[in-house]
């Protein structure tokens, strides 16, 4: 048996086009263009690039982009006062703050600042409880991504057995409660876990986020499961003439997963798109809600 190969590019591309539809109908219907601020804090390159497709993305989509670059060397209460002049800005429907931030700025701090409407990244607390809660939430957006992917699979995910590996704030955690929305069974494995592989050979559906190159191993995956692979690692070339270029592989061995799952994603090229598809639709959701009108029925 060989996977059939869950194409996150394509998917996210469809997405992307229902946003941009509903953005166009906004702008028709109502004068309403939704607007994303996206904050980069310093000069790290991959931030750079990911803020640059970010607002490319954006941009495509027909929102308007407000890119706020500051110095490594912003204070806090700058940046502080940053958000809060986006929170009351009627044009920014959505406030990203790119992490990680500078070591002398405290990230929790400037994510609670922001406006729990505004949040398209869906780490504010209030957020986090109420999605916690089964309770209409802006979403983070990778778990949403990953959930979305999954459904190209199984249209329903009720009674499915789910494992998530990982449990971090950003998509462990939130990716088990949308699928216990989702009427999942759901179990959270982690690097405590015992018997880890035994553990994910129960899973029909199994979503790999714990950050560690190519971890889950073949033997690992029930024959037909769907895999998920969150992980983004870059890892030392291969001997030879390749040796000093690095590559970029998943949480799971994918050459290994393709011949025992029934569904997998590669990486790179499938969760990350998704991620950035995600980020429009919820920059789409709070713009309407922040309006008074119903949320666009896209990627429910």
Known sequence: MVARIIDGKTIAAD????????????????????????????????????????????????????????????????????????????????????????????????????DPTKDVDGFHPLNIGRLAGGLPALAPCTPLGCVLLAKTVHPSLAGLEAVVIGRSNIVGKPVAQMLLAEDATVTIAHS????????????????????????????????????????????????GKEASKSRIVGDVAYAEAVTVAGALTPVPGSVGPMTIACLLLNTLRAACLQNGLPAPAIGN
């Not at 592989?197 to 769907?226: F, N, Q, S, Y």
């Open 15 to 114: 997405l992307r086009g229902k946003v941009t539809d509903a953005v166009h109908r906004l702008r028709r219907d109502r004068g309403i263009v939704p607007g994303l601020a996206v904050v980069l804090v310093g000069k790290n390159a991959a931030s750079e690039v990911y803020v640059r497709n970010k607002s490319k993305a954006v941009t495509e989509s027909g929102m308007h982009a407000f890119d706020q670059h500051l110095p490594e060397g912003v204070s806090e209460p700058d940046l502080l006062d940053l958000i809060a002049k986006l929170n009351t800005d009627p044009r920014v429907n959505g406030i990203l703050v790119q992490l990680p931030l500078p070591p002398h700025i405290n990230s929790q701090k400037i994510i609670w600042a922001i």
């Open 192 to 239: 405590k876990t015992r018997d880890l592989a035994v553990v994910c050979r129960r899973a029909d559906l199994l979503v790999a986020a714990m950050g560690r190159p190519e971890m889950v191993r073949g033997d690992w995956i029930k024959p037909g499961a769907t895999v998920i692979d969150v992980g983004i690692n870059r890892t030392p070339g291969q001997e």
